[in-house]
């Protein structure tokens, strides 16, 4: 194989190379002019180049293949010291000396300058594009993507260093480029993320290659989530450096500063130099930024064992560039510049190319062309196209020796490489390798050495999430306070969303609650009535459930007392209420339903409150005061028809009966004309008012439910013996109004008045029997009605009301029609015929109320004993009268206790209800005792007795002589008690008594106790446990008092005893009284315990 080269540029004097187009190191070319307006001419060639077939690479074997090497290597000097001219011919030399390629394979490069301005570069580009079957590039990354597409147009396959800033996406989108590099984008945030640093700003110089550049990182790092990148350029003057590090300063929670432009620690670095020096003046590397070199990512950089001049000649640019931490590709065991030295050793390049002018980006130049160069070699067929898609399959997972490092490929031929974080030591001219860096893992290790940060430590880290793609991240703020923010933001819309709601719902509610539209009642409009006063103290009941019998005369002298209702305003246990001059009753909706009335209940409760019928109780709207939700209805003052016909004190005729159906049928008429099916129709739901004119109410409460969306109780069985077999059949029809269904109710209703009973009485079935044979015929089950009860023609009637198929029933229409004709077109007047019934009534209804008046005296007087026997009589005086009872300080009292000696035993060898009887009956005969003294009985407590004198009534210094008689008149009853079960046994008791102050007062409010507090309590009960059997134990207080009463009580001197929790006390005996005459038993003479 042979390999050739052609150069455009010219060779400098004393030739670098073997074909080399790139100048000597002793000589740089100048800058080239601007270029003269390119837009008319070079669109032209563009468009022809675009749409003209490419080079193929179906060359004959003479032909050979030629690479174009793409750079700005006229424009710009610092580009040009990587010499790519020998770059490229020694990888050439090296691939046809490593590799064995086909015969009359041959291989060349073309060394193409690009311009520093991106639109000639992309024109130089094209014009080259029928001389090179390949290229290396481009160099300038604003064209990339351009390259890119025409390439792929082409067949032509690129291979770049400086292209897939961003990701690599150009090698799967666009297949004719391939990066030779991992993304700069991915390399900066690996780095970035292990110290945790997601705010970055990009700042580059003002050639178009580094904006371009500049540009493409910050997408990058934007595409990523990195927050809010800055963007800066310099200008072409100092202007530019100085806003720019203004710009900086200014900059919030900025922690790294990403530097496009050529580095400053080598030749043409100016820029560099002279932004991070403004830096330093400006406070800014005092360590809360961090710069990073850009051009480093794209070679290795030569630092082991090197001092840098530029560090060591400028003492400014040292102590700033103390806060930059470069990032470059990592060398192997032979550095870059011994590398090269060792290329001219062995003659491959020639002698006088000194390695320390040389960049090293001539290495990177070398890597490419060689991966090129080898995926040509590695074409199996002579003539195979190679596309940029075959070129990655070719150059598919490599690993290999490059210039001075190992080249590495993925799967799809996207470069791999690792890299080295370098720092200074904050001092010298040096750089050291601090951590290495893979970011294919990806992955940081440290690498022993810290980082010499300018303060000591490094910027402050941000929050991990920006560097998780999945996970929503804060702008830096913490978590908590963005969760706050978030919060807040919700409760804001919350209660945005809750005021609307709540003006609208006021809005309405004043428009409901005033004007001819009211129809929500308020506790303004109504007064609720003491229980006491109520029709019904026992408890509730629905609209229309009237009072029985007894208490119909207090309804109707409750309606005289229409004036009175100035009661206090309060949501008592009550359903009967003062409204709008007259008596009024709750309905009311089941707990949990809303307090609010639902749109859709508003328009169903408008149509309710147009209905007017002298035979329909009227509806008055919605009530939800007290959060109690309730429908408004007219008050039955009379009760309801199930009461008025249960009530056996009233006989009824045919005439008030006949009055009664023919208010129903009416009323039920007028519903169904409205269309107003009832649905709860029963002898409950008809209500009769002080005229006794039947009206019906609960209609349309079961729509209305549904419409409010409250829940709706499961009625039990005796409920639903008013309901139609169909509606019974399917549960989801129960509790649905139908007219048939009416028809049927009403047919049960009339049964009930001729019989004068509850539906389906004299069957002998219980309800639940009744609906399963009403359900499930046959036969047919409807209730037995005796046909004297009634006309023949009203039960036929009936009997038709309750036929099985609901298009056999008559209608409303027809009933009234034929029930008319039943009584012969008579009308009918339901007052004169119950008047008579009225006055033979009000006779027994006022023998009732005097019997009722004496039972409840008598009770009255029985309570009022019993509580007098529970509780002394002031305090139960107190309670009765409503008043608190307050604990109260006794002064002198005297207290007895008093137990039974071998209760355990006793009780060990009695059977329960023998133990019970034993007690009851001793602490009966205490009892008989104690009314012939001034004492007071304030417990027992299983065998122990306890009586004190001096509370609740004060008696001076009685209360000692009380206690010490009644103890001897005990104790005398005590020697002749025999148990019932045990006569044998005697029972021995044992007392104790002691005087001094004690606190009384009622404790509890369940079942009271009139209690004692005190030492006095506790002294008492210790002479009781340390006495002996039938002794009576005092102490010297009781004694010095019942001396100085001088009644000749005898009492002899017992001895020291100890007393727990007192310790030795001089104690007594109570042995007798001058006067006693009662027996007393023999003491024992035995030692306590």
């Known amino acids: 194989a042979t390999s050739t080269s052609r150069a455009v540029a010219p060779s400098a004097p004393g030739r670098a190379g073997p074909g080399s187009g790139a100048p000597g190191p002793d000589r740089r070319p100048p800058l080239r002019p601007p270029a003269a307006p390119w837009a008319s001419s070079v669109s032209l060639l563009l468009w022809g180049l675009l749409w003209s077939p490419g080079p193929s690479l179906h060359r004959t074997s003479a032909a050979p293949f030629t690479v174009g090497v793409l750079g700005p290597w006229e424009c710009d000097p610092v580009l040009a010291t990587a010499f790519p001219g020998v770059a490229a011919q020694l990888a050439l030399d090296r691939v046809s000396r490593d590799l064995s390629p086909r015969q009359g394979f041959q291989m060349t490069y073309e060394v193409v300058p690009e311009a520093c301005q991106t639109p000639q570069a992309l024109a ?95 997408a990058a790092f934007r595409t990523q989530g990195i927050p809010g990148v800055l963007e800066a350029s310099l200008g072409p003057d100092g202007q530019g450096v100085s806003k720019t590090v203004q710009q900086l300063k200014g900059a919030d929670r900025l922690k790294v500063v990403v530097l496009c432009m050529h580095s400053a620690l080598a030749a043409g670095g100016e820029d560099q130099a002279a932004f991070l020096t403004a830096a330093h003046a400006a406070g800014l590397t005092d360590g809360r930024l961090v710069f990073v070199p850009y051009d480093a990512l794209l070679y290795s950089l030569p630092y082991q064992n090197r001092s840098f001049p530029a560090l060591r000649r400028d003492s400014q640019l040292r102590r700033a560039y103390d806060a930059v931490l470069t990032v470059s590709l990592e060398s192997g065991e032979e550095p870059f510049h011994e590398a090269l030295a060792a290329a001219r050793a062995r003659g491959e390049i020639t002698a006088d190319l000194d390695p320390e002018q040389v960049s090293p980006l001539f290495g990177t130049i070398y890597d490419a062309v060689y991966l090129l160069t080898y995926a040509l070699y590695r074409a199996t067929q002579p003539r195979v196209p190679l596309t940029g898609s075959g070129l990655a399959q070719l150059l598919g997972s490599l690993n290999m020796a490059g210039f001075s490092r190992r080249i590495r490929t993925d799967e799809k031929g996207v470069g791999r490489a690792t890299y080295v974080v370098l720092d200074t030591d904050g001092r010298g001219d040096q750089l050291f390798a601090t951590h290495v860096l893979d970011p294919s893992g990806p992955s940081v290790q440290a690498l022993g050495r810290t980082i010499h940060f300018p303060k000591g430590g490094p910027p402050s880290p941000d929050s991990r999430c920006w560097f998780h793609p999945n996970t929503l991240c804060t702008q830096g703020v913490r978590p908590w306070t963005m969760a706050l923010a978030v919060g807040l933001l919700a409760l804001l819309g919350l209660c945005g969303l809750a005021g609307g709601c709540l003006v609208r719902h006021c809005i309405l509610r004043v428009r409901l609650a005033r004007g001819s539209d009211k129809m929500v009642l308020t506790l303004d409009d109504l007064t609720f009535i003491d229980p006491k006063l109520s029709r019904r103290a026992g408890g509730e009941r629905l609209v229309g459930q009237a009072p029985d019998a007894g208490s119909q005369l207090r309804a109707r002298s409750l309606g005289l007392c229409v004036c009175v209702c100035v009661c206090v305003c309060v949501c008592v246990s009550t359903s009967l209420l003062c409204g709008q001059g007259d008596w009024v009753w709750l309905k009311k909706l089941e707990p949990g339903s809303s307090p609010e009335l639902h749109p859709e209940s508003t328009s169903f409760l408008r149509e309710m409150l147009k209905l007017r019928h002298e035979n329909v109780n009227r509806c008055l709207g919605f009530f939800s005061g007290c959060g109690v939700p309730a429908v408004v209805m007219g008050f039955g003052s009379r009760g309801s028809l199930e009461d008025l016909l249960r009530n056996r004190d009233l006989r009824l005729d045919w005439a008030f009966k006949a009055s009664l159906l023919l208010d129903l049928i009416q009323g039920i008429r007028y519903l169904h004309h409205r269309g107003f099916p009832h649905g709860r129709l029963k002898s409950r739901n008809c209500v009769l008012d002080g005229r006794f004119v039947l009206k019906v109410t609960d209609y349309g409460f079961d729509a209305f439910l549904a419409t409010q969306r409250a829940p709706r109780p499961q009625p039990p069985s005796e409920e639903l013996l008013w309901t139609a077999p169909e509606l019974l059949r399917d549960a989801q029809k129960t509790g649905q109004a139908t007219l048939k269904g009416d028809v049927y109710s009403f047919a049960i209703i009339v049964q009930e008045v001729l019989v004068r009973g509850p539906p389906f009485c004299g069957s002998g079935l219980s309800a639940e029997e009744i609906l399963q044979k009403v359900e499930a015929p046959p036969p047919l089950c409807r209730p037995p009605v005796p046909p004297d009860l009634g006309p023949p023609d009203c039960i036929q009637l009936m009997q038709r009301c309750w036929a099985e198929t609901p298009e056999q029933r008559p209608t409303l229409d027809e009933i009234l029609s034929q029930f008319k004709s039943i009584q012969g077109g008579r009308k009918m007047k339901s007052v004169e015929s119950v008047l008579g019934a009225l006055e033979r009534y009000s006779g027994q209804l006022e023998d009732l109320v005097r019997e009722r008046t004496e039972e409840l005296e008598r009770e009255k007087q029985k309570t009022e004993k019993l509580l007098a026997q529970m509780l002394p009589q002031s305090v139960a005086d107190a309670l009765k009268a409503g008043a608190a009872v307050e604990p109260e300080y006794f002064e002198h009292v005297t207290i007895y206790f008093s137990d039974i000696v071998g209760f355990t035993t006793i009780s060990a060898l009695s059977a329960p209800i023998e133990v019970v009887n034993l007690l009851n009956d001793l602490y009966t005969l205490f009892d008989a005792v104690l009314g012939s003294h001034d004492v007071y009985k304030v417990e027992t407590i299983g065998d122990a007795y306890m009586v004190a004198s001096g509370l609740p009534q004060r008696n001076g210094e009685r209360h000692a002589a009380e206690i010490a008689n009644m103890a001897l008149d005990i104790l005398s009853s005590v020697g002749s008690f025999r148990m019932r079960h045990m006569p044998g046994v005697p029972v021995r008791i044992r007392a104790g008594l002691h005087s001094g102050p004690c606190v009384a007062g009622v404790v509890g409010l369940i079942m009271p106790r009139y209690c004692l507090f005190g030492d006095t309590v506790n002294t008492a009960s210790r002479m009781e446990s340390t006495g002996l059997p039938y002794r009576i134990h005092i102490n010297q207080s009781t004694v010095r008092t019942l001396l100085r009463l001088g009644e000749g009580f005898e009492i002899a001197v017992r001895g020291q005893t100890e007393l727990k929790g007192k310790g030795m006390e001089e104690t007594y005996w109570l042995v007798g009284k001058k006067g006693f005459q009662k027996p007393l038993p023999p003491p024992l003479d035995i030692k306590p315990g």
């Open 124 to 218: 130089a580009f094209a014009a080259r594009r029928s001389q090179v079957a390949a290229f290396v590039g481009p160099a300038v990354p604003g064209y990339c993507k351009a390259a890119a597409l025409l390439g792929q147009t082409w067949g032509v396959p690129l291979l770049s260093w400086a292209c897939g800033l961003e990701d690599s996406t150009l090698t799967s989108g666009l297949g004719a480029l391939v990066p030779t590099l991992p993304p700069a984008g991915t390399v900066l945030l690996t780095f970035m993320g292990h110290f945790g640093w997601a705010h970055a700003a990009v700042v580059s110089s003002h050639h178009d290659m580094w904006v371009d550049t500049g540009r493409q990182l910050a």
